[in-house]
């Protein structure tokens, strides 16, 4: 599994190359520069992505299932107009893009038939009380570009996060409320809600938020010390885990946490306990990681 692994990685001379797979992707900055590269699924090293927009947003970057597309948001090269979805394909470096001016984070499906986006539906200006402010969850069918309105409430989009359930029957995402609640709601794909949960964060990366088809892993707020929590979904209940170290979440995947480690160019896993740390990842130089996201095969 990748989690049982690590790697010293050389940022400054990552080489650039296409590959067919990958098992984890990276979006990072260092002191001179930024790099988004994945895991060869087939030679097991680091490799830059080449060919990717200028002005992609790292944070939002992340893998499709199978490990052979990237899924992110970019504005035009040239910095004007709106962002767009785009589906990056690793082995040819063709691009499938999808305009809009308000989308904030995407995640393609298990299948990859549809990318699931965050939506600002808001009227106003942005500034709270004035105008409506919804945040909304929309379909795009990417092989027609067809859209649906799939969910909306009230609220914004203060702690982006949407994921699709491994057999890709629901959805989780994370908002807050007009009443400053950060909340996780889980949807199936008639926009029916299955479960609203107050006070529970899912982290960004699309494959970090389900441990099963029906278990979500989320933390609480604004308790931003707390440990994961496992969320049956059917029947709400739910196990707390410990927490020993309150350096940040970066990703889960396979039972291990992803974390910084004890110095700027170190990170370890440790099990959702935060305990049994283990090395990861080690850079040189430092770097800081926008993103971080793992496909389902490489923990099997």
Do not use: C
């Not at 087939?42 to 080449?50: H, I, K, L, M």
């Not at 994961?228 to 396979?254: C, K, M, Q, W």
């Amino acid at each position: 599994m990748v989690v049982d692994r690590s790697w010293e990685i050389a940022f400054d001379a990552l080489a650039s190359r296409q590959v067919r797979a990958a098992r984890m992707v990276v979006a990072a900055q260092g002191l001179d520069r930024d790099a988004v590269f994945v895991l060869d699924a087939d030679s097991d090293e680091f490799v830059n992505v080449p060919g990717l927009p200028a002005r992609l947003s790292r944070e939002t970057v992340s893998l499709s299932s199978d490990g052979t597309q990237l899924v992110f948001l970019a504005r035009q090269d040239d910095g004007a107009g709106p962002k767009r979805v785009v589906l990056y394909t690793l082995a040819t470096a063709a691009r499938q893009e999808f305009a809009s001016d308000d989308f904030m984070r995407a995640a393609l499906s298990p299948d990859g038939s549809r990318i699931a986006v965050l939506a600002d539906l808001s009227n106003g200006p942005g500034i709270p009380g004035v105008g409506d402010e919804i945040a909304g969850i929309a379909l795009i069918e990417t092989a027609t570009g067809a859209r649906q309105l799939l969910w909306s409430a009230e609220g914004y989009w203060e702690e982006a996060s949407v994921s699709w359930s491994p057999d890709g029957h629901l959805l989780a995402a994370t908002y807050l409320t007009l009443d400053d609640v950060l909340t996780t709601v889980v949807l199936d794909l008639s926009g029916k809600t299955i479960g609203v949960y107050e006070d529970r964060v899912a982290l960004p990366g699309p494959h970090s938020v389900w441990m099963s088809d029906r278990e979500l892993i989320v933390y609480a707020e604004p308790d931003d010390e707390s440990p994961l929590i496992r969320i049956d979904v059917p029947t709400r209940s739910e196990h707390r885990f410990t927490r020993r170290n309150f350096s940040a979440y970066l990703a889960i995947a396979g039972g291990r946490v992803v974390r910084p480690g004890s110095s700027p160019e170190r990170f370890v896993t440790t099990d959702l306990n935060d305990a049994d740390e283990r090395p990861f990842l080690n850079f040189s130089p430092a770097v800081s990681i926008d993103a971080l996201d793992m496909a389902p095969s490489a923990v099997r």
